[in-house]
């Protein structure tokens, strides 16, 4: 697949970008600052790279106006932030960003975002694009997606309970909470073998959001495959 840079100083929205776009096939290089980025860009010559505007040493909008005067902006670049007003978005494109995503970002829009990017390719010379920015659209937060539907809700056909108070191998004589997580960590450990332990898959099965999906298996200590290999 694709060879993606990811430049942002904090490191929850590095991880979760780069989880996403890795379980999606693409090759992912991080970086926290200016710097890294630097040299991650001479290095791996990204095919895309996502850039964080807010960064500590030298800002996005700093380093993209610095690629673009190095004749350096041979990929294109997806603006990042949660702060940014509008005309920071309006001067990011001006200067050669292909699109901005307002944090927090929602799974939809930054797949849709990254895939429009990569059709669009490597240009050697990218000519400054009318913007539109994505910051004038409403972006719905991951964190404020609506709560599934509760995962233990009874079937259709009513499920056998022996007489000595099993449900399977869950024992009914426990307290509720702790007779969810164990239905809840079968049912996670089912839809990860299923689906090879890819993320999106198991998010579009379970119906949860990529973010409630990650916080909810680690709640119940369950790790992917790619986790437990490294």
Known sequence: MARILVVDDEV?????????????????????NAAQARAARLRMRPDLVLLDIWMPDTDGVSLLKEWGSQGLLDMPVIMMSGHATIDTAVEATRIGAMDFLEKPITLQRLLKTVAAGLARGRAPHPAPVAAHPAAASPVVALEDELDPPTLAAAPANEVPVTSNGQLGSISLDQPLREARDEFERIYFE???????????RVSERTGLERTHLYRKLKQL??????????
């Open 12 to 32: 929850g929205i590095r991880e979760l970008l780069s989880e996403i776009l890795y379980d999606e096939g693409h090759t992912v290089e991080l970086a926290e």
């Open 190 to 200: 089912y839809h990860l073998v299923r689906e090879s332990h890819s993320m999106t």
């Open 221 to 230: 200590g369950i790790e992917s495959a790619r986790k437990r290999s490294t």
